[in-house]
C-alpha cells in the first residue's frame, strides 16, 4: 500500500528505492510475505498499512521467527506526499541506524512523537487474551433475542373519532335557490 509516488521522491533524493511494482507484486496482499520477500533481498520493508489485527500478527511472526526489517509510517497513503516522506526522512537517522544493527519494526509517527522501535525479539507473534469481556453480556443478549420468535402483532386502525388525525371536513349542503329556511 505504499503509493509509487514516495519511491519516486526517495529516488529524486538520491535513496536507493525498489517498489513491489517494479517485481509485478502489486497485488500481493499479504504483507507478511511481503516482509519473507524484502528480507530474502535485503531490503527494508515500507510500508502505510495499519499493521493491527490479524496482518499484524502475521507480521510480527514473520520478524520474530525468520527475520526481516519494516518500517511502518503511519497516517495511512491518502496523507499529502510531503508529510509522508517528510516523516521517512525525519525519523531517519532513528530508524535506520536501528534497522542496520538489527531486525525488528519501526513505527513512524508525527514528528512530535519519536518513532516506535521494536526489536525481534520484543515483537509479540500471537494474539494477547487480556480476559477483558465487556460485550460479551450485550452479544449474548442480541443473540437470544434474535432467537426469539416475533409475537404477531394485530395492526391497529385508526380511530377517526380520535385528536389529532386529519379528516377533511364534509362537503358542504348547498341549498337550492327559492328555497327558505323553514
Known sequence: ?????VAKALRALGHHVESVRDYGLEREKDDASLVAWARMYGFVFLT?????GEQGHRVNY????????VVHVGGGPQQPPE?????ILYHWPEWFEFLAAQDGRADLHDVKNPCKLSPRSSLRETVVDTGARHFDEYLQRIEEAKSRPLKPRRRKRPDPRQKGLYLPDPPARQRSVGQGAS
Open 1 to 5: 500500500m505504499t503509493p509509487e509516488w
Open 48 to 52: 502505510f498499512d495499519e499493521l493491527r
Open 83 to 87: 508529510r509522508a516522506v517528510g516523516r
Open 62 to 69: 514473520e520478524i520474530r521467527q525468520y527475520g526481516g526489517k
